[in-house]
């Protein structure tokens, strides 16, 4: 069975500071990876996924992701975080055998410091 | 993106009662539904996988005599917590998958609430 870490349980950060998150997996074959992220009160809501082809990807508000095969790692990144990024963040894996499901990554809260 | 609606967002019940909670897709099909629990602090849980007109898949650990799945339409689950504890506690997320053949992109509901007193 897959399984997925992600290192840093809580960042704190200052407006404009760089941001890395790191995601690791334990799964050898085919996998879909993804990035969520909930915000205080809100649902998950998908900040990118890769499946397949170039290993950086990027998402939305300016986050992106890049894909080591070779270290199993899917880490986050975003040059330039805001006080509106401060929310829980997720790291989740679907390997190709285990259909539709998602395995979840234990979550880090990101703090940004007007 | 496509939107999946739980309800009740929070429930407050007694010990020994039961509480259904609902999962919509409200703009797409989900033959796939999947009903997560999570934990404060924690990471979301698998608790069971439902497809429409079958019987869930639940994970291992998981009573499915007491959290109890039906996926009787392409657009609702629902997930029943019988005769529910204190134990049960918990913030109870759904995601529906968008029909198809390869694997797709899952989208979440808000999230229900459940307390048991």
């Known amino acids: 069975a897959q399984s997925v870490s992600q290192h840093n349980h809580h960042v704190i950060l200052s407006e404009a500071a760089s941001l890395e998150l790191g995601c690791n997996y334990s799964y050898g074959g085919t996998v879909n990876l993804f990035w969520y992220v909930q915000y205080p009160g809100q649902h998950l809501q998908l900040l990118l996924k890769y499946f397949s082809g170039d290993p950086l990807v990027k998402g939305i508000k300016g986050f992106e992701a890049e894909f080591i095969k070779s270290k199993f790692s899917f880490n986050l990144r975003k040059p330039s975080v805001q006080w509106s990024d401060t929310a829980e963040y997720f790291c989740?894996?679907?390997?190709?055998?285990?259909?539709?499901?998602?395995?979840f990554g234990e979550g880090t809260q990101l703090t940004v410091n007007p | 993106g496509a939107v999946v609606s739980q309800h009740p967002s929070w429930v407050i019940c007694k010990s020994g009662t039961s509480v259904k909670i609902e999962c919509r897709s409200l703009?797409?099909?989900?033959?796939?539904m999947f009903w997560y629990r999570q934990f404060p602090k924690q990471s979301l849980m698998l608790m069971a996988t439902s497809n429409e007109g079958s019987k869930a898949t639940y994970e291992q650990g998981v009573e499915k005599d007491k959290f109890l799945i039906n996926h009787a339409s392409l657009t609702l689950s629902t997930l029943t917590v019988t005769s529910a504890h204190p134990e049960d506690s918990s913030f109870y997320i759904c995601?529906?998958?968008?029909?198809?053949?390869?694997?797709?992109?899952?989208?979440f509901g808000q999230g229900t609430r459940l307390t048991v007193v």
């Open positions: 989740a894996v679907n390997a190709a055998t285990s259909g539709s499901r998602l395995t």
């Open positions: 703009d797409f099909q989900a033959t796939t």
């Open positions: 995601s529906a998958r968008l029909a198809g053949g390869r694997y797709t992109e899952a989208f």
